[in-house]
């Protein structure tokens, strides 16, 4: 099984300026092509730090990818790095000013003077074309390794590994390793664990792992084999083994959102929607609205934050707010209610709680949260107390969740036959 | 100056099914406390590769902070690692396995069997309590270095590193180190790095480096020194000279959002605010009631997505969607000034555009965006053309950030003196 490692380079990633999201990427794109990521490190930007490393990673053999340091400014030292692990000196490469002063012009600029910087590579090292950018890539032998060297901003690295690296790739492995992912929302990782039971064994093909992220359960399964057919076999009967135990807790695979499986869930159906939104602020809509082509079937949302554009814009009785406060179970209702009235969808969705940190009270405690769900049935309510140790972002993420899981079920229940 | 490394296990990380957002936080929270981290590593759970990587990270001596692989199911290896590093057995703690049933009966459950695993610690090593999950955190020295685990989940991880590491870590410092970060907007890395020119020298002291994340560009300041009042004073004088040269592209400092920095601006000067989104679909409400306190300047927001919602809401006239399309300046003017005498507040924000996959033309291609500003003395339209290389969602983001960034500046003229 062929094997990568990764390397990122960057003083903004070691002090947590920015969080390190090419790793992730990087790490699915090796899967595809049938590499198992063994490792995945990341330095400063210090020339002996970023050498070292190098030649470090590239003494297991296989691959290794290296993003970021490649800029126009000083603290850009990857190719510095590089050459100390090569043993070789950085040499200029006139053909490459070229290409990177053709860049500038395109744009309708002078080229800056820093940006010579870009063209100097390490001695026997190839240069990778870089369509979206001014910094080449670099691909050399070090050790028993392939490295290839690309920049660390995302959609440049992306494009360079898509249309460089993986045709270089694609001729190495020998067995494959394949993946697949199962998305749940409900459950927490222990409950999920009982229920799976024996296929979570250690050393079973395929390994089967639970990870959870901002309540979203990934069970992750991996098939090793000597060809992609077999692989995927053995993928399909364990995730048919784990939905069967899971049930309704899952909602996709891959990347899958729960915003994704309710577009398909809508799509199928053919229903509509519209949304007002109190604590969720927008977010519901952003996420209904995140799924391309969903102007099919969202077609408006409030946010309605304060009381007054509560009774404004959607109707909702100022006697109901004053009574039972703008956190609600009678409030939410109203507004989904008046919502789908007022857009003349088939279904509504409704927001109301306590997002925090302040606003809390020990009646409405920060997380309680009123989700309503309207329909030509009329309107339902849930109450959901989230943990009082969620932040305010959490608490907005988990109540467009928790609105986003129910649509869901609700719709499922629609499109399957009685 | 003392120094940090991190690992974290989990094959969802190396696999790329999840980011790893515990490494910046930590990286951060470390500098805090005057700690440079030198590396971060990530592995998956393999008990080998977990026990190889902390002996080799503990081997440069210092801490060292594991995150993952604590959880009560079969993959999680961190335990077995940790002992293999230590070169000690791992042995049952029957008070732990008390406190897990604890925290299950606090939440009227039974314990499951798994959980039991979480128990076992390797012989010599000491308990860290988690007063928000079942996993308790490891304190043991191996090599030379003292070495923290905690659980992989983020909140449990927070909470466990400010509570139990840090009293541990804060007498350990000799010099100190101290960063600083300024947030800029609406220009890209060589022409700041231009502007910087000889503040960005390397080995300077403060060290200055560029990072651009999604269009946001952070200049970090890095100052070493003895004293903490000397390592800020070196850091304000820097600050300043880099906000000389950057002028108003810095919209704010730390990890300051462009939303922050307009809600600063709209708590001075009382002003409110209301918008209507149609290819944001929700994400400019979204990111300005990110921000806590934003029920006092942010009244309501429309999203507006289909035509017909654009004129029954909001009034649009059915003839100019017609005659301009729903993608237009005039669209996007309409749609602010009504939005704005509709909420009734002092300023409205409006964006219509194509955030793509598809839907785009050679007259009106994927990334054209309208953004239209409405306050008392009429409104203004901008058209951007953001490049055809980006993603959906970065077309939606973007967006969002010209018209929060066009917002700011207006509310700069505003506050400051004539």
């Not at 929302?185 to 979570?200: H, I, P, Q, T, V």
Request: charged letters at 20%; hydrophobic letters at 45%; glycine letters at 12%.
């Amino acid at each position: 099984m062929p094997s990568a490692n990764i390397l990122n380079v960057g003083t903004e990633l070691t002090s947590g300026i920015t969080a390190d999201t090419n790793a992730a990427w990087l790490a699915r794109a090796l899967g595809e092509v049938g590499y198992v990521v063994g490792e995945i490190a990341v330095v400063p930007d210090d020339a002996r730090a970023v050498g070292g490393e190098i030649a470090r990673l590239a003494s297991s053999g296989g691959v290794l990818i290296v993003t970021g340091g490649l800029g126009p400014t000083p603290d850009d030292v990857t190719r510095d790095g590089l050459a100390d692990a090569m043993g070789v000196p950085l040499e200029r490469r006139d053909e490459l000013i070229e290409t990177i002063r053709t860049f500038f012009d395109s744009r309708g600029r002078a080229m800056p003077a820093s940006n010579e910087l870009q063209a100097m590579l390490p001695i026997g090292a190839e240069a990778i074309a870089n369509p979206r950018g001014t910094a080449p890539g670099i691909v050399a032998r070090v050790g028993g390794a392939d490295v290839f060297v690309l920049p660390g901003v995302p959609d440049e690295m992306k494009a360079m590994f898509q249309t460089a690296v993986v045709p270089r790739l694609a001729s190495a492995g020998a067995g494959v390793v394949r993946w697949r992912s199962l998305r749940c929302f409900g459950a927490g990782e222990s409950d999920m664990g009982e229920r799976l039971g024996e296929l979570m064994a250690r050393g079973r093909n395929p390994l089967v792992g639970i990870t959870a992220d901002e309540a979203v359960m990934t069970v992750r399964i991996r098939a090793t084999a000597a060809t992609t057919t077999e692989a995927d076999f053995l993928l399909g009967a364990s995730a048919d083994a784990v939905r069967a135990r899971l049930g309704p807790w899952v909602f996709g695979e891959g990347l899958d959102t729960l915003a994704d499986a309710v577009a398909r869930l809508l799509t199928q159906t053919g229903l509509s929607i519209s949304v007002a939104e109190s604590c969720t602020g927008g977010l519901l809509a952003t996420r209904l609205t995140d799924v391309p082509g969903s102007s099919v079937y969202f077609r408006q949302g409030f946010v309605t934050y304060s009381n007054e554009s509560k009774e404004s814009v959607l109707g909702v009785p100022a006697k109901l707010i004053a009574e039972h406060g703008a956190v609600s179970g009678s409030v939410a209702e109203a507004m989904a209610v008046r919502c789908r009235e007022i857009a003349a969808t088939d279904i509504a969705l409704a927001t109301t709680g306590i997002a925090g940190p302040s606003g809390g009270s020990a009646a409405k405690p920060i997380g309680l949260v009123y989700v309503a769900l309207a329909d030509a049935g009329g309107a339902t309510v849930r109450e959901t107390r989230l943990g009082a140790h969620l932040l305010r972002d959490q608490v907005r993420d988990r109540s467009v969740k928790v609105a986003l899981d129910w649509l869901r079920r609700t719709l499922m229940k629609r499109s399957s036959p009685e």
